[in-house]
């Protein structure tokens, strides 16, 4: 079946660094949508992706869809202690069923202030 | 304000013993799912009803069944919960069949096994 797999499983940062995790799928994607789980606490979506190539920001955050749609990467400005948490990328294919997402395995980021 | 509400926050159950977990809404969200997610795991998709209709993922052990009697209920049935079970259970909705919808979850239910 389709696989999501995430690089790196775990990152640890210094306040003001920058993060970065990578996504991607054995599959071509319809969309890819990006979730953060503090800990403790229960996945919030962030933003998706539609269009190959495409960019959108939030803030310090940065996310890109690849021109192939089988890649997806979450970039993080100058970290602080509040992004701590597991960001997991969720893919989506269209093929009459409901929305259905296979999860990311997932990247655990600690930020030390 | 609209949400997914999962009941209770905590289950203590022993090996063995059928346990329910809940969950509402108020979002009015026609797709409604349950994930087991284990300590640094990914949620894993267990089951989801579209309105009525209900899916269930091929490896979802028989053990757990899932109710949903209404828009907003859906309950999640363990029949004899083994140790393996433990885990933390999440309830998400979304609506419709449409691509680019994102899912809401509820705060979860994590379930101990004595």
């Known amino acids: 079946g389709q696989q999501v797999m995430q690089i790196p499983q775990y990152q640890h940062v210094q306040e003001g660094e920058d993060f970065t995790t990578y996504c991607n799928s054995s599959?071509?994607?319809?969309?890819i949508q990006w979730y953060k789980q503090r800990p403790g606490g229960h996945p919030v979506f962030l933003i998706q992706?539609?269009?190959?190539?495409e960019v959108k920001k939030q803030k310090r955050l940065t996310f890109q869809f690849g021109e192939a749609k089988k890649n997806s990467s979450l970039h993080i400005t100058a970290t602080q202690t509040t992004d701590v948490g597991t960001y997991f990328c969720?893919?989506?294919?269209?093929?009459?069923?409901?929305?259905?997402?296979?999860f990311g395995t997932g990247t655990l980021l600690a930020v030390q202030p | 304000d609209a949400m997914v509400i999962q009941n209770p926050r905590y289950q203590v159950t022993q090996f063995g013993k059928p346990v329910t977990l809940s969950c509402s809404q108020t979002?009015?969200?026609?797709?409604m799912y349950w994930y087991q997610q284990k300590s640094s795991q990914a949620p894993k998709l267990l089951f989801h009803?579209?309105?009525?209709?209900?899916?269930n993922e091929a490896d979802t052990p028989d053990n757990f069944q899932s109710r949903r009697p209404n828009t907003s209920f859906c309950f999640l049935d363990i029949r004899s919960p083994g140790l393996g079970d433990a885990a933390m259970y999440l309830c998400?909705?979304?609506?419709?069949?449409?691509?680019?919808?994102?899912?809401?979850f509820g705060d979860g239910t994590r379930l101990s096994i004595l």
């Open positions: 979002l009015n969200h026609n797709v």
């Open positions: 992706l539609v269009k190959s190539g």
């Open positions: 998400a909705t979304g609506n419709d069949r449409g691509l680019g919808q994102p899912q809401h």
């Open positions: 009803y579209y309105d009525k209709d209900f899916n």
């Open positions: 599959t071509t994607l319809s969309n």
């Open positions: 969720a893919a989506q294919n269209y093929g009459g069923a409901t929305n259905k997402l296979i």
